[in-house]
């Protein structure tokens, strides 16, 4: 039946992902801190001295970054080269996974993780796909290392710098807020065990190696990332989330800004990671986002119906003039006026009503599909299917004018030929 193709079509592949990005909050809801910010422990007594300077409210947890072989899906993988872009993620602790929920007024999960397993919470808004954090096409966990990227690396050493891990959980929750995009900058939890030898292996080697790297930079990273097939320092160990005073906020943020300024290196594994995340600069980031990706969805989808509509039109044309002879085959047997209208209608709007029902069987299952491998929490099924209920109505509503039109046109055409 040719009505069902566009009817899978519009609800399968545009329908579901519109609706995700209509429901999408606004950029400032996807950013529960007016700062967050990676800092070296070296750097940690210019930070406190902010903090002492300014009336701001801070939260401070251990963390360490933590990268994976590739955390990108779009790139083919080549099992000879280092991947060029590796994940970038935040490595933290169950007692930080219980205190930032409890922070947000929400309720953690009993997670009980031991080595080798970690939980993750992406950083990512309703819209956007569910992803991997490495996508290395092993299919023995996620492959992660404690640590930033590596630029280079022995390809068959790979599965010793980067350790398996069975992910036991994930969800969608914006702890922190959407910072790298959506796709870097999640949350990773690990036991408290594995997690403090990670701590403490970088914490020791940013202690020793720092002020080398301030001394010499860029060839002493490269000197010894050759030799030790290592990076010379590894990033941030703590996180800071700040609340502050609007008519502060610019000072703070000035004030914050060796945070990147005197760490450029990094930022060179990826230009959306950073140590630093004024809200404001990152609301102008996730507008563009959410504006980009509404725009592209809802392209799509009118495309998808204004070609539907033109087939409609074509189908029914080609069809007009059978139903034409058999009107007037019904009128000379004595059939009433009515009658006849009535079975044309039939004819024409019953093949679009049966594919309309199948259409929406489909979106209730890939919508329950959606709503599982995308976690959604209750508040995003609710505003989801509330957008579903009046995008379908809409849609079928100007389906059924466009019928309506196409089945008066052909009613004129009969009474010219009587």
């Given at each position: 039946?040719?009505?069902?193709?566009?009817?899978?079509?519009?609800?399968?592949?545009?329908?579901?992902?519109?609706?995700?990005?209509?429901?999408?909050?606004?950029?400032?809801?996807?950013?529960?801190?007016?700062?967050?910010?990676?800092?070296?422990?070296?750097?940690?007594?210019?930070?406190?001295?902010?903090?002492?300077?300014?009336?701001?409210?801070?939260?401070?947890?251990?963390?360490?970054?933590?990268?994976?072989?590739?955390?990108?899906?779009?790139?083919?993988?080549?099992?000879?080269?280092?991947?060029?872009?590796?994940?970038?993620?935040?490595?933290?602790?169950?007692?930080?996974?219980?205190?930032?929920?409890?922070?947000?007024g929400?309720?953690?999960?009993?997670?009980?993780?031991?080595?080798?397993?970690?939980?993750?919470v992406?950083?990512?808004?309703?819209?956007?796909p569910?992803?991997?954090?490495?996508?290395?096409?092993?299919?023995?966990?996620?492959?992660?290392?404690?640590?930033?990227?590596?630029?280079?690396?022995?390809?068959?050493?790979?599965?010793?710098?980067?350790?398996?891990?069975?992910?036991?959980?994930?969800?969608?929750?914006?702890?922190?807020?959407?910072?790298?995009?959506?796709?870097?900058?999640?949350?990773?939890?690990?036991?408290?065990?594995?997690?403090?030898?990670?701590?403490?292996?970088?914490r020791e080697?940013?202690?020793?190696?720092?002020?080398?790297?301030?001394?010499?930079?860029?060839?002493?990273?490269?000197?010894?990332?050759?030799?030790?097939?290592?990076?010379l320092?590894?990033?941030?160990?703590?996180?800071?989330?700040?609340?502050?005073?609007?008519?502060?906020?610019?000072?703070?943020?000035?004030?914050?800004?060796?945070?990147?300024?005197?760490?450029?290196?990094?930022?060179?594994?990826?230009?959306?990671?950073?140590?630093?995340?004024?809200?404001?600069?990152?609301?102008?980031?996730?507008?563009?986002?959410?504006?980009?990706?509404?725009?592209?969805?809802?392209?799509?989808?009118?495309?998808?119906?204004?070609?539907?509509?033109?087939?409609?039109?074509?189908?029914?044309?080609?069809?007009?003039?059978?139903?034409?002879?058999?009107?007037?085959?019904?009128?000379?047997?004595?059939?009433?006026?009515?009658?006849?209208?009535?079975?044309?209608?039939?004819?024409?709007?019953?093949?679009?009503?049966?594919?309309?029902a199948?259409?929406?069987?489909?979106?209730?299952?890939?919508?329950?599909?959606t709503?599982?491998n995308?976690?959604?929490?209750?508040?995003?099924?609710?505003?989801?299917?509330?957008?579903?209920?009046?995008?379908?109505?809409?849609?079928?509503?100007?389906?059924?004018?466009?019928?309506?039109?196409?089945?008066?046109?052909?009613?004129?055409?009969?009474?010219?030929?009587?």
């Open positions: 039946m040719l009505c069902w193709s566009y009817i899978y079509a519009c609800f399968l592949f545009e329908g579901v992902p519109l609706i995700g990005a209509v429901i999408t909050p606004q950029a400032s809801d996807q950013l529960p801190y007016d700062i967050v910010s990676m800092v070296y422990d070296q750097d940690m007594d210019r930070v406190k001295a902010v903090m002492d300077t300014y009336d701001v409210d801070v939260q401070i947890y251990p963390m360490v970054r933590v990268s994976s072989i590739s955390g990108n899906s779009s790139l083919q993988q080549d099992e000879r080269s280092v991947n060029t872009e590796q994940g970038a993620y935040i490595g933290i602790t169950e007692d930080t996974y219980r205190s930032l929920k409890e922070a947000l929400e309720k953690s999960k009993d997670l009980d993780l031991k080595d080798g397993e970690i939980y993750t992406y950083q990512q808004n309703v819209s956007m569910s992803r991997s954090l490495d996508y290395s096409g092993s299919r023995t966990g996620n492959y992660l290392r404690f640590g930033q990227p590596l630029f280079y690396y022995s390809v068959d050493r790979k599965h010793e710098l980067f350790q398996g891990h069975k992910e036991t959980g994930r969800e969608r929750d914006l702890l922190i807020g959407m910072l790298g995009e959506g796709e870097q900058e999640h949350l990773v939890v690990f036991s408290d065990e594995e997690f403090e030898r990670g701590y403490t292996k970088i080697k940013n202690e020793e190696n720092l002020p080398i790297l301030r001394e010499k930079e860029e060839l002493a990273r490269e000197q010894y990332l050759m030799e030790h097939e290592d990076n320092t590894d990033g941030p160990t703590n996180l800071i989330l700040w609340d502050v005073p609007k008519e502060q906020y610019d000072d703070v943020v000035l004030a914050l800004s060796f945070l990147e300024e005197d760490h450029p290196i990094d930022r060179l594994f990826d230009e959306r990671v950073g140590n630093l995340y004024p809200k404001d600069q990152m609301i102008t980031t996730v507008r563009e986002f959410n504006v980009g990706d509404m725009a592209i969805q809802a392209v799509a989808a009118a495309l998808l119906f204004v070609f539907g509509l033109f087939q409609i039109y074509s189908k029914t044309e080609s069809e007009a003039a059978a139903i034409r002879e058999q009107d007037l085959f019904l009128l000379r047997l004595g059939m009433k006026e009515k009658e006849r209208k009535r079975l044309m209608h039939r004819q024409i709007h019953k093949p679009f009503w049966i594919s309309a199948a259409g929406v069987v489909v979106e209730a299952v890939f919508a329950l599909l709503f599982e995308r976690s959604y929490q209750p508040d995003d099924i609710l505003r989801y299917t509330i957008a579903a209920v009046v995008f379908t109505i809409f849609y079928y509503l100007l389906w059924e004018i466009w019928l309506t039109y196409m089945e008066r046109k052909i009613w004129k055409g009969m009474g010219k030929q009587k």
